[in-house]
């Protein structure tokens, strides 16, 4: 039965890769980023309401804010509606960024994984066919425990030996299996 043998080929997180490593920091530092202007774009959205709410206040009540010593409002809604367009701006091409990072990120795990797999094949394929000599064997063992039962009955004997056929249908007949074990076959070289 081949087995594979004590091997020290080793693969490293996917994360260690200098480059994987690279592009999580900066898809980290476009999140902060966006993260950072969606609060700022929050808090002036909250001013540009609160704006737009003492703009409709009528003139005697912002005269009696000045009588009780406020200062007159300088509301310059224009200007914090102008900074919050280019808020959303900003937003909108650091959401792209972050989706186009991401992407990137998919392709370095993608051509990472790639050849970390590659590294593995030869024990992979060492595993499987350890697979393919235990399927076979078992197959063996099957049709030798069958043939002792078919001998006592074929005598003309009462069947008094218990069936130990596995629950699981190991067959030529069962096409499924035939073809898995055929691509195993080939795989496993």
């Given at each position: 039965?081949?087995?594979a ?5 080793e693969?490293?997180?996917v994360?260690t890769?200098?480059a994987h490593?690279e ?12 993260d950072a ?7 002036l959205?909250a001013e540009?309401?609160?704006?737009l709410i003492?703009?409709?206040?009528s003139?005697d009540?912002?005269a009696l804010r000045l ?8 509301i310059?809604?224009e200007?914090m ?9 900003r937003?909108?091409?650091?959401k792209?960024?972050?989706a186009?990072?991401?992407a ?15 590294a593995?094949?030869p024990?992979?394929r060492l ?14 063992a099957i049709d030798a ?5 078919a001998?006592?009955s ?10 130990f ?7 030529d007949a069962d096409l499924?299996?035939?073809a898995?074990?055929?691509?195993a076959k080939?795989?496993?070289?």
């Open positions: 039965m081949a087995t043998p004590h091997d020290t080929t693969i490293e997180p994360g890769h200098p490593a592009a999580e920091g900066t898809l980290r530092r476009l999140k902060e980023s966006r202007i969606e609060r700022e774009l929050f808090d959205e540009i309401t609160a704006a003492a703009e409709r206040e003139e009540a912002a009588i009780d010593g406020d200062d007159a409002p300088d310059g809604v200007d509606q102008a900074r919050a367009t280019k808020l959303r701006n937003l909108g091409a650091f792209r960024a972050i186009m990072q991401r990137r990120l998919r392709e370095i795990r993608a051509d990472a994984s790639s050849a970390a797999a590659f593995l094949l024990r992979h595993a499987v066919a350890g697979i393919v000599a235990a399927m076979e064997g078992l197959r063996r425990e069958r043939e002792v039962r001998q006592l074929d005598a003309g004997y009462d069947q008094r030996l218990q069936d056929t596995p629950p699981m249908v190991l067959s499924g299996q035939a898995w074990l055929a691509r080939g795989y496993a070289g």
